[in-house]
């Protein structure tokens, strides 16, 4: 497949979908459904539900272009040794990191919460990566895997838009990724922070990326595969 022509904000942008990566932020059941990290903060995780269908659309659309999938998945290890005592001690929450809770220990790997919904489960082959900040180059292999994949360009999704989207979005955009936020596929529990999170991305000629939605990259990859 030739080069393809995103509709995009402040500007369209051309991509090649082999050195482009999806990245798909943290769909985990922690953070989206009822008794998770999410609620325990206080949030209406009902809210994170828009996300899902255009996150699928994305999905779709590079697993039929072949592109490079990755799934990222926020969660500290059982003893909590990678997980900063600021962190856990942070705001008033109803459990904290670690505790137990009707889907395991909240936020922990390998607890059912920190898994991915199961609408939006990883194909075999897809990379899961596992961070324990907010961006998902801190304190992974991220980095390399781009690297060896000859990337320059990643399409990110997911949630929330202005924590761990946003913070992997300046993350990449700081190593020199053409970062775009599909921004129908992100949602946030405040949807004053989605909407500025986006207009924060894309203002001042694209001061750190890019904003499209998910049907215009489907749509893109699909006029270029039939052309
Ligand atoms: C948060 C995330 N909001 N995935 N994590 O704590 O955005």
Redesign the pocket.
């Known amino acids: 497949m030739s080069e393809v022509q995103l509709p995009a904000e402040p500007a369209p942008l051309g991509f090649d979908p082999a050195r482009t990566a999806v990245v798909i932020?943290?769909m985990q059941r922690d953070?989206l459904e009822p008794g998770g990290?999410?609620e325990t903060l206080g949030n209406d995780v009902s809210l994170l539900q828009a996300a899902v269908v255009p996150c699928q659309t994305v999905l779709a659309a590079a697993r039929a272009a072949g592109m490079l999938v990755i799934h990222t998945r926020?969660g500290h290890r059982a003893d909590l040794s990678d997980a900063p005592p600021a962190k856990i001690a942070r705001g008033a929450p109803s459990k904290r990191i670690g505790d137990p809770g009707p889907m395991g220990r909240i936020l922990i790997r390998g607890e059912p919460g920190h898994d991915i919904v199961a609408s939006l489960y990883p194909a075999p082959g897809e990379v899961v990566l596992d961070k324990p900040g907010?961006g998902a180059f801190h304190q992974t292999d991220l980095a390399q895997i781009l690297q060896n994949g000859g990337i320059d360009t990643l399409m990110v999704c997911g949630?929330?838009t202005e924590?761990?989207?946003h913070t992997t979005i300046r993350e990449g955009n700081d190593r020199g990724y053409r970062c775009v936020a599909i921004g129908d596929a992100c949602a946030s529990y405040f949807p004053e922070f989605h909407r500025v999170g986006l207009e924060m991305i894309k203002a001042q000629g694209g001061i750190f990326g890019w904003v499209s939605d998910s049907a215009c990259l489907a749509g893109a990859l699909a006029a270029a595969k039939a052309a």
Request: glycine letters at 8%.
């Open positions: 932020i943290d953070f990290f999410g926020e907010k949630v929330t924590v761990c989207v």
